[in-house]
């Protein structure tokens, strides 16, 4: 998004030809062009017939007149009516060139834009900007780095488009390595470098970035806030998620749909649905991205009647709900254990809006049925699903077997998950808490060898608290805390208050 928003051979276009175009595109990538309407800036040719100039030479007006067309043509995908007509230009100026180019890249035909870039008479940060986004689209990293490492005169947006390509292939040292030997730097290569890291994994340095880039006295835009709402929603701190908050309602953002669609999604991450709900009735405009943000976030908190209230206001809203907003309706019946409500929206799911069932949605009626005990009304849902079950439903349907104690069913869900992850020891488990809840303890017995024959893994689970603004990270019957003893007197001290409060 950044490439493609950081860069545009119209740009260059419109510095060129002032007197003869009267866009006001400025920073306006060619591709962000194409998105918006067309019909400002191309105008509406139909058939392909050969265009016969009024006047022979360097007339500015027809020059124009020809690369609008050009442009129009591979927009539309017709690349090579427009290379005919690019061919039969009596004068071309670079615009026509950078245009006939940015043709070929936006059609995926990079060789035919690398031949016309070699025979440039000319070229200017445009003609390189566009070929270096080519290449980085491509993912032909190696040629990208060599035009850009030629390139006389880079600019901002040459050195944002590279450093924007190095994350999208994941060479995130190298990335921050260009970053960080930018002559020059403005509010959109800060973005890139924050969009890059947040969606690499590291959330902890997006948002040391966004600091850093305040401190820079450089003003953030929609962009880098959306990179910092995100990686804040990934490390689950609710204080510096208020921080950075605040910090976009200073600059007027909060009306901005794709930085509230974040801001609520940051905040049901965090657990705190109150603040979701708060930003969600202070947007001006939602669309189906705002919903299904606030469905899906209530009903993974076992706020089912919530998501089901929500899912009705966006209806009566005259928004369509899609498959993800389902979804999040199916996720809170099933965590509230609302059977007939849960069969009934995957009825209408699928009958009245035609919208057909997933694995997803067929894994939260299972879990749902699962949960409220219909373990072989859940079993016939697996084996009759048209596609193959997975692991994620025979532990919805063991889960369910743990809780019921149905231990024939619930082992044979358990064979399943083995055949399917014979290292995985979470099917076993489960399956002794059943085998001991009975008392059957050859069974137990039998499952500890397989355990220890198969070398079965768990992966560890942890739980946090955050203090201070500092997480701190802990698991069960953790030791490794600097002040652990003191900790579990604290909490020998609390369960004694509990049990006399409990028996007073």
Same mark, same amino acid.
């Given at each position: 998004? &950044?490439?493609?928003?950081?860069?545009?051979?119209?740009?260059?276009?419109? #510095?060129?030809?002032?007197?003869?175009?009267?866009?006001?595109?400025?920073?306006?990538?060619?591709?962000?062009? *194409?998105?918006?309407?067309?019909?400002?800036?191309? !105008?509406?040719?139909?058939?392909?017939?050969?265009?016969?100039?009024?006047?022979?030479? #360097?007339?500015?007006?027809?020059?124009?007149?020809?690369?609008?067309?050009?442009?129009?043509?591979?927009?539309? =995908?017709?690349?090579?009516?427009?290379?005919?007509?690019?061919?039969?230009?009596?004068?071309?100026?670079?615009?026509?060139?950078?245009?006939?180019?940015?043709?070929?890249?936006?059609?995926?035909?990079?060789?035919? +834009?690398?031949?016309?870039?070699?025979?440039?008479?000319?070229?200017?940060?445009?003609?390189?900007?566009?070929?270096?986004?080519?290449?980085?689209?491509?993912?032909?990293?190696?040629?990208?780095?060599?035009?850009?490492?030629?390139?006389?005169?880079?600019?901002? &947006?040459?050195?944002?488009?590279?450093?924007?390509?190095?994350?999208?292939?994941?060479?995130?040292?190298?990335?921050?390595?260009?970053?960080?030997?930018?002559?020059?730097?403005? %509010?959109?290569?800060?973005? %890139?470098?924050? %969009?890059?890291?947040?969606?690499? =994994?590291?959330?902890?340095?997006?948002?040391?970035?966004?600091?850093?880039?305040?401190?820079?006295?450089?003003?953030?835009?929609?962009?880098?806030?959306?990179?910092?709402?995100? +990686? +804040? +929603?990934?490390?689950?701190?609710?204080?510096? %998620?208020?921080?950075?908050?605040?910090?976009?309602?200073?600059?007027?953002?909060?009306?901005?749909?794709?930085?509230?669609?974040?801001?609520?999604?940051?905040?049901?991450?965090?657990?705190?649905?109150?603040?979701?709900?708060?930003?969600?009735?202070?947007?001006? *405009?939602?669309?189906?991205?705002?919903?299904?943000?606030?469905?899906?976030?209530? @009903?993974?908190?076992?706020?089912?009647?919530?998501?089901?209230? &929500?899912? *009705?206001?966006?209806?009566?809203?005259?928004?369509?709900? !899609?498959?993800?907003?389902?979804?999040?309706?199916?996720?809170?019946?099933?965590?509230?254990?609302?059977?007939?409500? =849960?069969?009934?929206?995957?009825?209408?799911?699928?009958?009245?809006? =035609?919208?057909?069932?997933?694995?997803?949605?067929?894994?939260?009626?299972?879990?749902?049925?699962?949960?409220?005990?219909?373990?072989?009304? /859940?079993?016939?849902?697996?084996?009759?699903?048209?596609?193959?079950?997975?692991?994620?439903?025979?532990?919805?349907?063991?889960?369910?077997?743990?809780?019921? @104690? !149905?231990?024939?069913?619930?082992?044979?869900?358990?064979?399943?998950?083995?055949?399917?992850?014979?290292?995985?020891?979470?099917?076993?488990?489960?399956?002794?808490?059943?085998?001991?809840?009975?008392? #059957?303890?050859?069974?137990?017995?039998?499952?500890?060898?397989?355990?220890?024959?198969?070398?079965?893994?768990? !992966?560890?689970?942890?739980?946090?608290?955050?203090?201070?603004?500092?997480?701190?990270?802990?698991?069960?019957?953790?030791?490794?805390?600097?002040?652990?003893?003191?900790?579990?007197?604290?909490?020998?001290?609390?369960?004694?208050?509990?049990?006399?409060?409990?028996? /007073?």
């Amino acid at each position: 998004m &950044i490439i493609r928003k950081g860069f545009s051979s119209f740009t260059q276009m419109v #510095r060129l030809n002032a007197g003869r175009c009267e866009s006001k595109a400025g920073h306006t990538t060619l591709r962000y062009v *194409h998105k918006t309407n067309m019909a400002s800036i191309v !105008d509406a040719y139909s058939g392909h017939s050969k265009i016969t100039l009024a006047h022979k030479g #360097r007339d500015k007006e027809d020059v124009v007149l020809v690369t609008k067309r050009i442009l129009n043509l591979s927009l539309r =995908g017709e690349v090579d009516c427009a290379r005919a007509i690019f061919e039969g230009m009596t004068f071309k100026d670079i615009v026509a060139w950078n245009v006939m180019i940015k043709g070929y890249i936006e059609n995926r035909r990079m060789d035919n +834009a690398r031949e016309l870039f070699d025979k440039m008479p000319e070229r200017d940060s445009g003609s390189w900007n566009a070929m270096i986004v080519g290449y980085m689209q491509e993912r032909l990293i190696h040629i990208a780095l060599k035009l850009f490492i030629v390139m006389p005169g880079k600019d901002v &947006i040459s050195w944002t488009a590279i450093i924007t390509g190095l994350f999208r292939a994941s060479f995130v040292c190298d990335a921050c390595r260009l970053f960080r030997q930018m002559p020059e730097r403005n %509010s959109i290569s800060w973005a %890139s470098i924050m %969009s890059g890291f947040e969606r690499n =994994g590291f959330p902890m340095e997006t948002l040391c970035l966004f600091k850093e880039m305040l401190l820079a006295g450089v003003e953030p835009n929609a962009h880098a806030f959306t990179s910092a709402l995100a +990686a +804040a +929603a990934g490390l689950s701190v609710l204080s510096s %998620s208020k921080q950075l908050y605040s910090q976009l309602i200073k600059r007027g953002l909060e009306d901005n749909i794709h930085i509230g669609n974040s801001s609520i999604a940051m905040f049901i991450k965090c657990g705190s649905c109150d603040d979701a709900k708060r930003v969600f009735a202070d947007l001006p *405009h939602r669309n189906i991205v705002t919903w299904n943000s606030m469905i899906n976030g209530f @009903g993974q908190h076992g706020y089912g009647l919530m998501a089901i209230l &929500i899912f *009705h206001k966006m209806q009566n809203a005259q928004i369509s709900p !899609d498959r993800i907003s389902f979804l999040g309706v199916l996720q809170g019946c099933s965590h509230c254990g609302f059977v007939n409500e =849960g069969k009934q929206y995957f009825h209408i799911m699928v009958n009245d809006y =035609g919208i057909l069932p997933g694995p997803e949605h067929y894994a939260c009626m299972v879990d749902l049925l699962a949960r409220a005990g219909k373990l072989e009304e /859940a079993y016939r849902i697996i084996v009759t699903m048209p596609f193959e079950a997975t692991p994620v439903f025979w532990r919805a349907l063991l889960n369910g077997c743990r809780i019921w @104690g !149905d231990m024939d069913l619930g082992a044979y869900a358990a064979d399943f998950i083995l055949k399917l992850e014979p290292t995985n020891s979470s099917a076993c488990l489960m399956l002794t808490n059943i085998y001991a809840s009975a008392g #059957r303890w050859g069974e137990l017995y039998s499952i500890g060898k397989r355990l220890s024959r198969q070398e079965a893994t768990k !992966d560890l689970g942890c739980s946090w608290v955050e203090t201070k603004g500092i997480i701190k990270l802990f698991t069960s019957r953790d030791e490794t805390h600097l002040e652990s003893d003191q900790i579990y007197q604290t909490v020998k001290l609390l369960s004694h208050d509990i049990v006399e409060y409990a028996g /007073a």
